[in-house]
């Protein structure tokens, strides 16, 4: 038996690519099937095309160029009935114990025995904080879902990549009075092509305010006092989203003993061929592999990590009967 941790499309492409040679397994998940994508905005348009987010083979038809986040979620569920993938979900992984070949994984409903674990846990559960006063505070977001709730409030985003830039706009365009801060001197060279001309022309205009250089210092009720080239400044404030990124679950890769480089993405140590870690007969998929690079592997780059570990597996273990 093996076990796939996390039903992402790249857990579910490993799970396709074992029931193809025939090889026992089961996913484990969390939350829902696809829980990443479940928590992206509402109105969220893929940078990629369909066919670059298909897996098992199954056709993935959009109604525009580039799908929804709707879309997307209706494909994997289709992919999932399709191979009747066995998952369970809203079952989290609490301990991993044993060797290659034996290994003993405890959830919060179960119990498993397994010769071989696929850790493809994504990244979307833990935000990157920002580490100041305040930021425990309830009007401070770490996920987007839509506009509406900000309507009319005083907006202070954070974060110059995509998400960031997105956020700005939405918010923006829902009649909040936003303020938008970048701690780099730009806005992120991976911004979409198409929404960046739109995010330079609002900032031009003085529509949406942009503080380039600059961090948050401190979050207050009614305010925020942000470090900015021309000094410290405190601004009116409603809401922080703070659309900072996110990282993967380093607690359950250190309960797996898995090491990491010595670089400054806190990567996991893997065999790029296998996606084997040091732990031997524990892989990596997925976003994960990048550690703090979430920007590194995408859906479209790491649908291959699922065959080239299913090839693994399989001239490693016997499966009797």
């Given amino acids: 038996m093996v076990i796939i941790i996390g039903a992402g499309p790249i857990g579910l492409a490993c799970g396709i690519e074992l029931k193809k040679r025939n090889i026992p397994f089961q996913i484990i998940e969390k939350g829902c099937i696809v829980n990443s ?32 986040r709707r879309e997307a979620l209706e494909y994997y569920r289709r992919v999932a009935d399709s191979y009747d993938l066995p998952i369970n979900l809203y079952e989290e992984v609490k301990d991993v114990s044993g060797t290659d070949g034996n290994y003993h994984i405890v959830t919060d409903k179960n119990e498993y025995d397994a010769s071989k674990i696929i850790i493809s846990t994504g990244f ?7 580490n100041v006063p305040g930021e425990d505070l309830p009007k401070v977001k ?17 974060g110059g990549g995509n998400s960031g830039v997105d956020v700005a706009l939405e918010t923006y365009r829902c009649n909040a009075e936003v303020t938008l801060l970048v701690r780099e001197d730009t806005l992120r060279e991976g911004v979409k092509y198409w929404v960046r001309p739109d995010i ?17 210092l401190e979050i207050r009720p009614k305010e925020v006092v942000i470090q900015t080239p021309e000094g410290v400044k405190t601004i009116e404030n409603d809401f922080v989203l703070a659309m900072t990124g996110y990282h993967p679950d380093y607690s359950l890769l250190e309960k797996m003993n898995i090491g990491f480089r010595d670089d400054e993405y806190r990567t996991p140590v893997y065999d790029e061929e296998t996606h084997e870690t040091n732990k031997k007969g524990i892989y990596l998929s997925g976003v994960v592999c990048g550690g703090y690079n979430t920007s590194k592997w995408f859906i479209e780059n790491a649908r291959v ?17």
């Fill in 200 to 216: 330079e022309n609002r900032i031009k205009e003085g529509e949406i305010t942009a503080y380039f250089n600059s961090e948050v």
């Fill in 124 to 130: 979307y559960y833990y935000p990157k904080l920002m």
């Fill in 305 to 321: 990590h699922a065959e080239q570990i299913a090839q693994h597996i399989d001239e490693k273990i016997s499966i009797p009967g």
């Fill in 142 to 158: 770490h996920y987007y879902d839509e506009p509406h709730p900000y309507a009319f409030q005083k907006i202070l985003v954070v």
């Fill in 37 to 68: 994508i479940f928590h992206y905005p509402t109105n969220m348009t893929f940078f990629s095309t369909s066919d670059r987010l298909e897996i098992g083979g199954v056709p993935f038809i959009s109604h525009g160029v580039k799908p929804t």
